[in-house]
């Protein structure tokens, strides 16, 4: 069965500085799809970041880089360079490419960074 | 603009009422779907729908209904009979040529 975990309730990171959000999933298809999306505390979705399963090399979306270890089934998110706004909760999910349309969502890493 | 829209974005019912939260886009995806999310929690799916008049169930759709007879419009009606009622809830939809959900702003929904 599908499952994506995540294994950080929290994190606190300093300003400016780099952080790692880990992310493993399991699933038995070979072709799929892994996502970041961060959700502030208004509650919206906002996406992050894109990862294929088929993708040789590690998607990257401005300060966002996502470390694809397909053998190891992680998608750690990479943050650089942390901002104040970059405080909220983060989920990892990941949509198989076969059948059904259906995602699955991590439990969410809340991440606070500190001035 | 394109989008997904939610209202209200707070509602409020009594006990024993059914309720109907309203989902719209106009991305002019196939896919659509319904999430829960509780307090520190993450995104539990509860129906999504591939195409128009067709749905599935998610992992709790115990105490909810749905319809999709137009593709820009997926209604989730939380029932008398689910239990906990009192959440956040989050329409998404997908192209089938994109794995990208978008999400629309979501409706919490008290119950008291």
């Known amino acids: 069965a599908q499952k994506i975990t995540q294994t950080q309730p929290g994190m606190f990171v300093q300003e400016k500085e780099a952080v790692t959000l880990d992310c493993t999933y399991d699933?038995?298809?070979?072709?799929?799809?892994l996502f970041w999306y961060k959700q502030p505390s208004s509650g919206e979705m906002i996406f992050l970041i894109y990862?294929?399963?088929?993708?040789?090399q590690n998607a990257t979306e401005g300060r966002y880089s996502l470390n694809f270890q397909k053998a190891r089934k992680s998608a750690n998110l990479v943050i650089s360079a942390s901002q104040l706004g970059d405080s909220a909760m983060y989920f990892c999910a990941m949509r198989e490419a076969s059948g059904t349309y259906k995602y699955i969502f991590g439990t969410g890493t809340r991440l606070k960074v500190l001035a | 603009d394109g989008g997904i829209t939610q209202s209200p974005k707070y509602l409020f019912r009594k006990e024993g009422q059914n309720v109907t939260l309203s989902c719209e886009q106009n991305?002019?995806?196939?896919?659509m779907y319904w999430y829960r999310q509780d307090p520190g929690q993450g995104l539990r799916l509860i129906y999504y729908?591939?195409?128009?008049?067709?749905?599935q169930k998610g992992d709790i759709a115990e105490g909810y209904s749905v319809s999709r007879e137009k593709k820009e419009s997926f209604p989730l009606t939380v029932t008398s009979a689910q239990k906990n009622p009192t959440a956040f809830y989050l329409c998404?939809?997908?192209?089938?040529?994109?794995?990208?959900?978008?999400f629309g702003p979501g409706t919490r929904l008290t119950v008291t």
């Open positions: 990862q294929g399963s088929y993708d040789e």
């Open positions: 699933t038995s298809d070979q072709s799929y799809g």
């Open positions: 991305l002019n995806h196939d896919a």
């Open positions: 729908s591939q195409i128009v008049n067709d749905f």
């Open positions: 998404a939809s997908g192209g089938q040529g994109s794995y990208e959900q978008y």
